[in-house]
Structures are given as C-alpha cells and as structure tokens.
C-alpha cells in the first residue's frame, strides 16, 4: 500500500509540476520544452514501479523498471551482440539499401507515365502484405544470417519512401518549372536543382517513417529463424523461458536504438531542409 501511496503522490507532484512549466516562460526555451517529456517519462517509470510493487505483481506477469535495468545492466555484452546482429546488420544495411533503391526507383517513375500508372498500384499491393506471411519466405530465400532481414527491411521501407519520393517530385510548382524552361535547363538539372529539393521534406517523411518499420521488421523476421544472437531470437527465447525481465530489456534497447535513430534522421532533414516553412520555429 505504501508504494501505492508513493507513486500516485508522486504522479500527482509531477502532473502539477508539468502544468507550471507549460503555462510558464520556461516553455519558450529548449530546455523547458525537453523537461516536460523528461518529467513524464520519469513519472511513468515511478508509477509503473509503484504498482507492480504495492499490488505484488508477479515477475513473470510485469516486472519493476528497476527488476528491468538491473537485468541490462548484467547482460550488456549479451544486449549489444544482439543489437548489432539485428540493428546494424539487419535493419540499417536494409533500410540504406531499400530507401536507396525506392529514391531511385521514383526518379524511374517520375520520368515514365507508364511506371507510374503500372508500378505504384503493385507497390500498394506489396505494401499491403502482412510482415509476418512475408518473413518466413525471405528467411528461406536467404537464410537465417542477416541477409534474410535485410530482405524483410528492404520490403517494409521501400514503397513508403517511394510513396512520398514520387509525391514529393511532383510538388514543384508549374511556375517554378516553366522557369527553369525558359532558361533551357535539362530534366536532370531541373531534378537536381529544382525537384529534388521542392521533395526533399516528402523524401524526409517517409524516411522517418522507415526508420521505426526497419526495426520492427529486422525483429519480426529473426522470429523465423536467426542464429543464436539477435534481439528477436533472445525475445521468442526468453519468452518461452518466461524471462521478461530480458525480454523487456530487449524492447527497452530497442526503443532506445530507435528513437535514436529517428532523431538521427530528423536532425539531418533540419540541416537539409532548413528552407522549409515546417523548420522555422
């Protein structure tokens, strides 16, 4: 009872605090807007402590935030073999490859009317399967190593970026193209110093999309096979060895991978788009 108390007065404190910041001047400078996520999220992991504790929920049921980061700090060399077999082999060597491919592949599109009117129909179809009927085809393709995951990633980012590739090369405004007519410009330095960057904040949004599908298809498919490493292995293991404690510390890790690499992804599409009306704030 006593954690229960604890935590909801700590939920309370934190909820009163985070109404002063948001109506304060605070809110106008970096660090106020960081600090009010910052309070949440710690609130959370206090609440999340208090109840598991002060109603005696079971380890195997949902273990304590503190249960979780003991458990990463005594398996770190374990969590970074995993996440470099699923993150960096995986997920990132796909989505340079898929994203790669899905850029050029609108460029492809954009110059063919008959690409445009045949391909991206396929690609809503393809788009449209489900991860999980795909993944155990590609692990047989390519194997259980990394490659069969790369494959899975490639699928999932591909028709996203292309999506919003071939949106965003048609989002130039007919002025703007006339002009670059009456100075004689060829298609590609139309593309090059026009179009592609009118498409750059399309491109960036569906990159960021693709940022969260790479991961989440690299782990669903090493629950079709993987070698003895990887983040979806040891969570389907440590399931059936009713381990949550790892498997939470997995997920934690791979929240933390990529949020990251969101981040990572849109502080590149600040310094590329800096232009844009969406950036100036």
């Known amino acids: 009872m006593i954690w229960l108390v604890f935590a909801f007065g700590f939920w309370a404190a934190a909820w009163a605090l985070n109404v002063r910041l948001a109506a304060s001047s605070l809110m106008r400078s970096r660090a106020g807007r960081l600090a009010v996520p910052a309070i949440f999220g710690i609130t959370l992991l206090v609440v999340w402590e208090g109840v598991v504790r002060g109603l005696a929920v079971p380890g195997v049921i949902l273990p304590p935030p503190t249960a979780i980061a003991a458990r990463i700090a005594a398996e770190v060399p374990t969590l970074w073999l995993d996440f470099v077999q699923t993150f960096v082999k995986g997920a990132l060597s796909g989505y340079i490859m898929g994203c790669g ?67 965003g090369l048609a989002a130039s405004e007919v002025m703007q193209r006339d002009l670059m007519a009456t100075y004689s410009a060829s298609y590609w330095q139309t593309l090059w110093k026009l179009r592609l960057p009118a498409a750059m904040p399309f491109i960036f949004n569906g990159l960021k999309i693709a940022t969260t599908l790479a991961l989440i298809g690299a782990i669903v498919a090493e629950f079709f096979g993987s070698p003895i490493r990887g983040m979806g292995f040891r969570i389907s293991t440590e399931v059936g060895r009713l381990g949550l404690d790892m498997v939470w510390a997995e997920i934690t890790v791979a929240a933390l991978a990529g949020s ?10 600040r310094g590329v788009t800096f232009w844009h009306p969406s950036q100036r704030h």
């Not at 990251?260 to 599409?269: H, P, Q, R, T």
């Open 101 to 167: 491919a899905a850029v050029l592949v609108a460029i492809a599109i954009d110059r063919s009317p008959f690409l445009q009117r045949g391909l991206l129909p396929v690609g809503n179809f393809v788009a449209a399967l489900p991860i999980v009927g795909i993944a155990p085809i590609l692990v047989m393709w390519f194997g259980f190593d990394w490659h069969s995951k790369a494959a899975v990633v490639v699928v999932m980012v591909f028709f996203p970026v292309l999506v919003n590739t071939v949106a």
């Open 260 to 269: 990251a690499f969101y981040g990572l992804v849109a502080l590149i599409e």
